[in-house]
Each structure stands twice: as C-alpha cells, then as structure tokens.
C-alpha cells in the first residue's frame, strides 16, 4: 500500500510555470507506475501523464504533452508534474496516483489506479 500527498498548488497567471509535488510513503513506491490526472468542475477525471517505475518511459495526454512535464526521484519518493504556459483550461484539483505495473503502461483510466492522493488545486487566471 502507498500514501499520496500532493502539494504545489495555487492561483497563477496565463503563461506562468507551476510545479507540482506528490510525496509517497512507504518503501514499494517504486512499483508503481504513477500518474497525474486532474478534474474541473462539471468534467470527469482526465488523464494527464504516467511515467513507468524506472522513470525512464512518460506519456502524456495531447493537450498538454508539449507544455507539461512529469518525473519522478525513486530516492525520495516523490513524482512531479512540471507545468509551463499554463493557460485557463488547466484550471482543475490535480491528483497523483500509483497503478501496479500489471495494469499496462501507460495506464490512462483513473479507474485502473489503486492509490490516490487527496488532490490540490490549481487556478489559472486569465
């Protein structure tokens, strides 16, 4: 089992940078594959990136793979999403999650996931 605990998000400008953090618990955390999936109000769950347990293999959805960035630190047990020229739509609660490996990568479903962190808020202003 693993713990996900998100941080980094806010209220930021057209055209500015965020990044986000998710910190795992636990010492399986790298057999997971992980993922980042964010939900706006009205919308469903969406996928966002994955990356594989080495960190050597991401994936990204269209609408954000060339301003969006996903890693992680096996070490330190954190995943990150790096998130430039953000704009409005990216407004949502941005959520990690951890799948098992047997799921396939990438996974991009949120119901394949098994852990879930609470999500943190991100505000794009135009």
């Known amino acids: 089992q693993v713990q996900l605990v998100e941080s980094g998000g806010g209220l930021v400008q057209a055209g500015d940078s965020q990044r986000l953090s998710c910190a795992a618990s636990g010492r399986t955390f790298s057999s997971y594959n992980m993922g980042w999936f964010r939900q706006a109000p009205g919308k469903e769950r969406e996928f966002v990136a994955a990356i594989n347990r080495s960190g050597g293999t991401t994936n990204a959805a269209d609408s954000v793979k060339d301003r969006f960035t996903i890693s992680r630190d096996n070490a330190k047990n954190t995943v990150s999403l790096q998130m430039n020229s953000l704009k409005p739509e990216d407004s949502a609660v941005y959520y990690c999650?951890?799948?098992?490996?047997?799921?396939?990568?990438?996974?991009?479903?949120?119901?394949?996931?098994?852990?879930w962190g609470q999500g943190t808020q991100v505000t794009v202003s135009s």
């Open positions: 999650a951890a799948v098992y490996p047997y799921a396939g990568f990438p996974a991009t479903r949120w119901d394949q996931y098994n852990y």
